[in-house]
C-alpha cells in the first residue's frame, strides 16, 4: 500500500523570503503584473465540518479566522464587477467548507444570477446534502453554469480517510454519487502528497470514475486536477526576474495574473480583497477593499507557495541559475 510522502528533511532557510523586492542572494524577485479578472473568488469562510492532516488553510470545526462571507459583502463585489473595467467569466468558492456558510445558496443564486459561472470547492459530505432540493432548483435554472468540485484526496478509500479522517470516503461517496446521478456539472480534486506518479494517480482515478459510471475524464487536467503540496517550512527555491525564461514559464499563466479571493477577517469591518486563494492569512498579499484597489500593483512572488505551488510545480531552476 502506498504511503504518505515522509515531510522533506531540508527545512526553509529562514533568510528567504523576507524582503518583497529581494531575494536571499541579493536578486530580484519576481512579481506577478495582473492582467485581466478572469476568477473572482470568494472565501465563505474557515469554518468546517471535518479536520484534514494537512489543510493549508488549516480549516476545522473551530477555526474561525475567516468569518462566514455574507451575502451583503457578495453583492458589494458584484457590483462592482458589473462596471466596465471588469470581464470576469466565473466566481469560485472556496472555504473551510463552502456549505457551512449559513447563506451559502444565496451566495451561490445571486452569482449565477450575474451570467457568472460559479465553480464550488466541496468535501461533498453532509453539509453538502443538506441543500439537496436547492441545489437541483439551481441546477434546473441554471445547469451547467454551476460546476461543483469535489475533494477527494486519493481514489482509494484508505488514503483518503487517511487525510481527511476514518469513514470521510463513505460520506463523500454518497454526496459525490448524488451529485453524478443527479446530473450535475462536476470535477474533482485530488493530491500528490503519495508516492506515485501523476500518471498512476490518474490511472486510478480513472478506475473508480468507471466503477461507478461517472463520466469525467482523469486524464484532462479539468476534469481532474492534481494538486502540489505546500507546506511553508520545507525548502524550496526562491523565484527570481529571470526565472520566468529558465523555466519557461510565462508570468500571465499565474493566478494573481486573473483572479483575487474575497475574505472577511474574524472582527473586521468589512471583506477584503487578497491575491489569491492559496495566502489568506499573509498581511502582505492584502490589498484593498475593492477589485480597483487590489489590482493596481504587481504581487511579489514572497512566499513558499508562490514558488513550490504556482511557479515550479514539478519543475525546478536549474543548478547554475542560483535560485533561478
Not at 480513472?206 to 492534481?226: R, S, W, Y
Amino acid at each position: 500500500m502506498h504511503q504518505p510522502e515522509p515531510p522533506d528533511s531540508l527545512t526553509l532557510d529562514p533568510q528567504k523570503f523576507r524582503n518583497p523586492e529581494r531575494t536571499a542572494d541579493g536578486q530580484q524577485r519576481a512579481g506577478v503584473t495582473f492582467k485581466s479578472l478572469r476568477t473572482l473568488w470568494f472565501n465563505t469562510g474557515t469554518l468546517c465540518n471535518i479536520t484534514c492532516e494537512n489543510c493549508y488553510i488549516e480549516s476545522n470545526p473551530r477555526n474561525d479566522r475567516l468569518a462566514y462571507l455574507t451575502r451583503v459583502d457578495l453583492r458589494e463585489f458584484l457590483d462592482e464587477l458589473d462596471g466596465p473595467a471588469w470581464d470576469a467569466e466565473e466566481i469560485g468558492f472556496t472555504g473551510g467548507e463552502p456549505f457551512m456558510n449559513p447563506e451559502i445558496m444565496e451566495l451561490l443564486g445571486d452569482s449565477l444570477a450575474g451570467g457568472y459561472r460559479v465553480l464550488v470547492l466541496t468535501n461533498a459530505m453532509r453539509p453538502m446534502l443538506r441543500h439537496k432540493q436547492a441545489l437541483l432548483t439551481l441546477k434546473a435554472e441554471y445547469g451547467a453554469k454551476l460546476v461543483l468540485r469535489i475533494s477527494i484526496d486519493h481514489y482509494g478509500e484508505t488514503l483518503h480517510d487517511v487525510e481527511r479522517g476514518a469513514r470521510s470516503w463513505q460520506h463523500m461517496m454518497e454526496g459525490f454519487l448524488w451529485l453524478a446521478r443527479s446530473g450535475f456539472s462536476l470535477s474533482v480534486a485530488g493530491r500528490t502528497l503519495w508516492h506515485q506518479s501523476d500518471a498512476e494517480l490518474r490511472v486510478g482515478y480513472a478506475a473508480l470514475f468507471a466503477k461507478h459510471g461517472i463520466d469525467l475524464d482523469a486524464e484532462d487536467p479539468e476534469d481532474l486536477v492534481l494538486f502540489p503540496e505546500m507546506e511553508a517550512q520545507r525548502d524550496v527555491a526562491e523565484i527570481t526576474s529571470a526565472c520566468w525564461g529558465i523555466l519557461g514559464v510565462d508570468e500571465a499563466s499565474m493566478m494573481c495574473a486573473t483572479s483575487r479571493m474575497v475574505v472577511r477577517r474574524k472582527g473586521a469591518e468589512r471583506a477584503a480583497v487578497v491575491a489569491c486563494t492559496l495566502l489568506p492569512y499573509a498581511p502582505e498579499f492584502e490589498l484593498g477593499e475593492t477589485l480597483a484597489a487590489a489590482t493596481m500593483r504587481p504581487v511579489t512572488l514572497n512566499h513558499p507557495h508562490c514558488a513550490r505551488f504556482c511557479v515550479l510545480g514539478g519543475g525546478a531552476c536549474s543548478a547554475t541559475a542560483g535560485e533561478g
